[in-house]
């Protein structure tokens, strides 16, 4: 069983940055491939970036390369997502998922543990 918490959402500015953390429980999570997802009202959830369980591999959507940074710190059972120059159209609902079997990629269906949120909100 993994159990995640994410912080760290709340309302920014056009331009801004923000940090979101996902701190996880249980023994599986040094072993876990790890992902953000995000969801807009009205809309569907969207993959944002993984890492593998090492933290050596990382992918992220075409959409947000060059703005957001995952990583992972193993020793503290904690996975970050960098957000740099937000822009409005990044307001969603951001999830943290872990995949236990440690394949990770884009696909939502693939992770089996997830948070139960935090809203990030870009002011224009």
């Known amino acids: 069983q993994v159990q995640l918490v994410e912080s760290g959402g709340g309302l920014v500015q056009a331009g801004g940055s923000r940090r979101l953390s996902c701190v996880a429980s249980?023994?599986?999570?040094?072993?876990?491939?790890m992902g953000w997802f995000r969801q807009a009202p009205g809309k569907e959830r969207e993959f944002v970036a993984t890492?593998?369980?090492?933290?050596?591999?990382?992918y992220y959507a075409d959409s947000l390369k060059g703005r957001f940074t995952i990583s992972r710190d193993n020793a503290k059972n904690t996975v970050y997502l960098q957000m740099n120059s937000l822009k409005p159209e990044d307001t969603a609902v951001y999830y943290c998922?872990?995949?236990?079997?440690?394949?990770?990629?884009?696909?939502?269906?693939?992770?089996?543990?997830w948070g139960q949120g935090t809203q990030v909100t870009v002011s224009s």
């Open positions: 249980g023994r599986t999570f040094s072993r876990a491939a």
């Open positions: 998922a872990a995949d236990s079997l440690s394949i990770g990629g884009t696909y939502y269906g693939r992770y089996d543990y």
């Open positions: 890492i593998s369980w090492t933290g050596v591999s990382t």
